[in-house]
């Protein structure tokens, strides 16, 4: 803290919040078996965050604001620190402070994902706080809606508005609410693939704002972009999510930007992805992007075009191609690496099958998840709840496993059993017959047949490549025809993540007509120098 | 490689093993399955590394050495590339490098446990393979033992033997051999301690050398060690790896050390461990330690010695107190933070029971693992080979969780199984009643009945701390009788690994009488300095 104050922060936080602090291990009933002036009654239990509380502002002495972040529900049930003992130390530490900052249970509960808690979620606990202390308070709820903000602080449940997530999907969010640039708002979409940098060791990501993290390392502005580097006309072909972002930022730098997309809607996978149980928020990434589209006139946005090498050679001089990938329908994922045996006769569905409308043929379906993220369980979820008898396979220990890393994998869990989905963990299908699948356990190999229907395979896709073969197999015709370059891009390129594929069309936009033709693979780093300091 | 030659290094490395690099894919059939003439044919799948192998000597041009890595044998079965196909590719390529290296398997296979597999066991797969060219031949196999190093020479299996980590558990291994200091080896237990910190990013650990990770950061040398800082007398009770360790630095140091023992043997947990199934090597940490005390004049060890505040006060002036830990009989543990309600007449037992020879008194046992590292499983191993019939009942996915850190989850799960343990995931046991326990569904909190006779608690262990509060209450007295100080250390501090109880013991030798009281708390860093560089 004399640290902080030293390097010139305005404000230093006591944090007893999201279990993870001495100060809230304290005040718990939960965690806190003290015998001694420390623990048993509230008073004793509360004493360590009063006493450091007291230092705090004592040593701060008023050269920078002092704020309290505090669980206001432990979410422990009866054992745990509760909303109503928050209240009484609110009561009794209120006027501690200079600010009161609350949250909710520990990180997972507290930053939920959309699929599974609303917006503003938090205000039932925090509600009524505010009144036991003078002193202004702060709350958190993934708050992306300048409404509901705006009813919290009226309704005077909150005095400021804590977002850490919709700030990073949009730095500018409080300045865009001031200037009333509400439709400019990049909304969050609550999918926590920015908390998966942190439980993967790796470089925060952000699904709605791709500059995330590149600020520094590339240069990239969140809002502001380079002018374009010539008169170029530039076809995107597709308008999932790296199309629609490469549209976007190639007709903010001023390109005379072609978007076409085969069917009727843009979207791509966000399309078809948000329409399933809990991901509704997940339309944020289209809606963004063809709100900012509609606004910009060099971008010319073709419905039902459907492109081939023929229509782009001799019309554009760049062509960015996110075609988009396919779920493969031959068991090929993480634990196959070579086509599984499927009967000619079985009734197989993959993931784009569902989710543009097919259904199993009959009512028991097994889905085998191989992919490992959120999609097999939400699709086991949607067959469950039209009356399939689901049997979700997966040769992880856990369902969803990746979704570890987004803080959602026990919720899911309950959401499937909820939802009367069966599970097999740690076994994989290695065959689909009519009738029957066969499993094999992951420690063992020994075979079982699951009796079926109809299965789904939920395992690996292959991107929609033609396009791009097709024109480089014509390649000797590109100078002629005025063609410079064609860029893969997103699931086309590499199938991954949403937040992937938008980076994949960000960085495209930024880099088209680059002078320095290295930059495509440089970014700027810290680089360390070794020195020697004793602590 | 070009900048591994500007940085001046001898020797330059092509990678094809650890199923990590593209070169080890392209020659496998299991993960190429290209048509080209990169696909196919072993001489087609060889083709990259033949290329990248010619470019990089060509471009080395005898400014270093080049070698290849190779795996021997994917362990993949029919499917993977075997050791008649790698033979083979030597047979293509084996003039080359300057240097074969080989390995086998992924690093979970590579880098077995001793638990799983012994010293030298890749023998069988680099057997044969140095016939195939005139170059030198190094491998890889956990190797400490310098006779076996010197059977696979002088047999011709390899030339150079490669040792990772037990050049991490003895860095000066070679040194000793060339001396024939063979008795001053600090040999590696294989417990893939080392390698958990790349698993879970975090500084690296040995449980066999403290100064592992260290030796920058507090200047700790493997070998040497200050001098005394004073004549003063230590007493170190209770010889267990963190005071066996504690004995023997303080006595290279020079102090005059008593080792105190309540019982007549040495080693403390690591004794009773290394009896367990799998775990024989482990007692390399008490022998080595055992070994180097019998040479130090300085220090004295006395059995059968339980200490008493009594018998301390006015003999020594420093106290370490290594007194160890027991395991919990209440339950709790990472899933209880209260104690769980358990009959009085049910026959509960702890790991330090079983260890010490105590037996369910009835066949069928639920074993409750909530400990979540090695011990509940070999537990229930031990005892479902002395054909108790074992329930292990965890709150986490996977048996033994906390193994994933030390590649060994698979292989856990594979024995026990096949020593006949029934296993239940994701419950927690809350309640042991005569008959039965009670086990709780970690996602639904359904609660079911598991008839068992016998239950063994596997939760978390309390540190033996008597000794310390009882010279604490007695803190007057200690001027007078000239005591100094009285350190805790290892469990008997904070119970951890066995790691962890030698680095602390390490730790009390080599900050005792430090001028700097400060150092206790200090080390040194690498101070990053922001500078801006494009790649």
Chains 1, 2 share one sequence.
């Not at 529900?73 to 006027?95: F, K, T």
């Not at 804590?162 to 609550?190: M, Q, T, V």
């Not at 988009?324 to 006769?345: L, N, Q």
Request: hydrophobic share 40%; charged share 25%.
């Amino acid at each position: 803290m004399v640290r902080s104050l030293q390097a010139g922060y305005d404000l230093v936080y006591v944090y007893a919040g999201h279990s993870m602090t001495i100060l809230q291990n304290f005040l718990s009933p939960y965690y806190n078996n003290r015998s001694d002036e420390y623990g048993g009654s509230l008073e004793n239990r509360a004493r360590l965050l009063r006493e450091v509380l007291e230092d705090t502002c004592e040593t701060v002495d008023g050269r920078a604001a002092v704020g309290c972040r505090i669980v206001a529900d432990e979410l422990l049930g009866a054992a745990g620190l509760s909303n109503n003992e928050i209240a009484d130390v609110i009561g009794m530490l209120g006027e501690l402070p200079d600010l009161w900052d609350f949250q909710v249970g520990d990180w997972e509960n507290d930053s939920a994902t959309s699929r599974f808690s609303p917006e503003g979620a938090q205000e039932e606990y925090v509600r009524g706080l505010k009144a036991l202390t003078t002193k202004p308070v702060v709350g958190v709820g993934r708050f992306t809606s300048p409404d509901l903000m705006v009813r919290q602080v009226t309704s005077g449940v909150l005095d400021f508005i804590g977002a850490a997530r919709p700030s990073i999907a949009d730095p500018f969010l409080p300045r865009k609410i001031e200037r009333g640039d509400l439709e400019d708002i990049r909304e969050c979409i609550g999918c926590n693939i920015c908390v998966t940098g942190d439980w993967t060791s790796s470089p925060i990501r952000c699904t709605q704002n791709p500059t995330m993290g590149e600020e520094f390392r590339r240069g990239w502005h969140p809002e502001r972009i380079a002018v374009r580097g010539s008169d170029a006309a530039v076809l995107v072909v597709g308008s999932g999510p790296a199309g629609l972002e490469a549209a976007r930022a190639l007709g903010q730098r001023g390109y005379a930007v072609s978007l076409a997309e085969a069917t009727r809607h843009l979207g791509g996978r966000v399309r078809h992805e948000a329409a399933l149980p809990g991901l509704a928020a997940w339309i944020r990434v289209v809606d963004y992007r063809t709100q900012q589209l509609g606004r910009l006139d060099n971008v010319e946005v073709f419905r039902e075009s459907h492109m081939t090498a023929e229509d782009i050679l001799g019309t554009f001089q760049h062509v960015v191609v996110a075609t988009g990938a396919t779920w493969r329908r031959d068991g090929v994922g993480r634990w196959h690496a070579h086509p599984i045996s499927v009967a000619p006769g079985a009734d197989v569905l993959t993931p784009d099958d569902v989710m543009t409308g097919a259904r199993p043929a009959g009512r028991s379906v097994v889905l085998y998840d191989d992919d490992r993220f959120y999609l097999g369980a939400v699709l086991a979820e949607l067959l469950a709840r039209e009356d399939y008898e689901v049997t979700l396979v997966t040769p992880t220990p856990s369902v969803s496993q990746w979704t570890a890393n987004t803080m959602e994998l026990v919720r899911v869990r309950q959401r499937i059993m909820e939802a009367g989905v069966r599970v097999v963990t740690d076994h994989a299908v290695t065959a689909v017959h009519e009738g029957h699948v066969v499993q094999e356990c992951v420690f063992t190999h020994a075979t079982a047949e699951l009796p079926c229907d109809s299965t789904v395979l939920v395992t690996a896709r292959l991107p929609n490549d033609v396009l791009c073969h097709d024109l480089a197999a014509r390649g000797d015709e590109w100078a002629a025809a005025g063609l410079r370059s064609v860029t893969p891009i997103g699931d086309a390129n590499a199938p991954s993540t949403i937040a992937a594929a938008v980076w994949s069309g960000h960085k495209v936009a930024r880099e088209l007509d680059d002078p320095d033709p290295t930059t495509a693979l440089s970014w700027r780093r810290e680089v360390t120098e070794l020195a020697v300091e004793e602590a």
